[in-house]
């Protein structure tokens, strides 16, 4: 009995570890983008005083939205193009 009860909370602290896991990574990304949001309205005028890994992963966000900005205007244009006039 007593080795069934370990093997219950090994997998329940598994599931809480993973969940936890999880949270912390929506967290982060929630936090870039509330930063990112600050940015763009004018409440932050830079990022001197957060962390450098907070830094490094708001620049690849960045990158990664422009990335998609530029995909879709680059769509955009090719629909506007194949177009009969």
């Known amino acids: 009995m007593v080795d069934d ?3 219950i909370l090994e997998r329940k602290m598994a599931a809480a570890t993973a969940r936890l ?4 990574r929506d967290n982060r990304e929630m936090e870039i983008n509330i930063i990112i949001c600050d940015v763009i309205a004018g409440r932050r005028r830079n990022l001197d005083d957060l962390a450098p890994d907070l830094v490094d ?3 690849k966000v960045v990158a990664k939205r422009r990335h998609e900005v530029q995909k879709r205007i680059q769509e955009l244009r090719s629909m506007n193009s194949s177009k009969p006039t």
């Open 57 to 59: 992963d708001i620049g």
């Open 21 to 24: 896991e999880q949270l912390r």
């Open 5 to 7: 009860e370990k093997a």
